[in-house]
């Protein structure tokens, strides 16, 4: 993923609440018949392990599962919040017009090799876990014993779990950083007035004192 230092996370804190907040991963892999992906939950989980690792499962009758058996090499893509940036609200619009549209996001790559889970409790465990954790949020929340024990082992021979172990992640927040205050300003006053309250809130999370010195006209790259 390109990163320019302005965009680069490295707050392990930060990067970990980035993953959380992605609703629909992709799990990527190279396998015999070129690049594979597949959208699904995966649940980061923090291990004494550097960066610790994720945890899914995909449905046995998708091929993705077998390369990843024979040990490729996976990246799962994690994107939180996005949004539309117009030029319209750069202060640096009206002063130069020298200003063109974005788009800024949240993102985090993960790296890992993936292990392969057939065995009963182990799938068993992961679906548990996805489970309530996507759940929690109900008044009432569903429970994987809450099913015939039957019907959830039927159910579980259909699927594969996987578990990567983390071993590189690269974090970007692309929020504006590197646009001048005024423009910063300008861009949470529009997001106020399109009513994206989230993303102007997330804006300002980066935004600096009013009074600091911001980078001068010609930014870096928008990539």
Do not use: C
């Not at 992605?22 to 989980?45: C, F, K, N, Y």
Request: charged fraction near 20%; avoid cysteine.
């Amino acid at each position: 993923m390109y990163t320019p230092p302005a965009f680069r996370e490295d707050d392990p804190a930060i990067i970990a609440g980035i993953m959380r907040a992605a609703r629909l991963p992709i799990l990527v892999s190279a396998g015999a018949d070129g690049i594979e992906a597949t959208h699904l939950p995966l649940t980061w989980q923090e291990l004494p392990a550097p960066h610790g690792r994720l945890i899914g499962h995909l449905a046995r009758g998708n091929p993705q599962w077998k390369s990843l058996r024979q040990g490729a090499q996976a990246m799962a893509l994690f994107q939180a919040h996005d949004f539309y940036v117009s030029p319209n609200w750069y202060e640096t619009k009206r002063e130069t017009g020298k200003v063109v549209p974005t788009w800024n996001y949240e993102a985090v790559h993960a790296y890992g090799a993936v292990e392969i889970i057939e065995n009963a409790q182990g799938l068993h465990d992961i679906v548990t876990a996805l489970t309530d954790l996507h759940e929690a949020r109900q008044p009432k929340p569903w429970r994987v014993d809450d099913a015939p024990d039957d019907y959830v082992a039927s159910q579980l021979k259909g699927i594969v779990g996987i578990v990567m172990v983390i071993d590189r992640l690269i974090g970007k927040r692309k929020l504006s950083q590197n646009r001048p205050v005024a423009d910063r300003l300008g861009v949470i006053a529009g997001l106020d007035a399109a009513g994206d309250a989230p993303s102007a809130a997330l804006l300002r999370s980066v935004e600096p004192a009013a009074d600091r010195p911001g980078p001068g006209p010609n930014p870096p790259p928008r990539g």
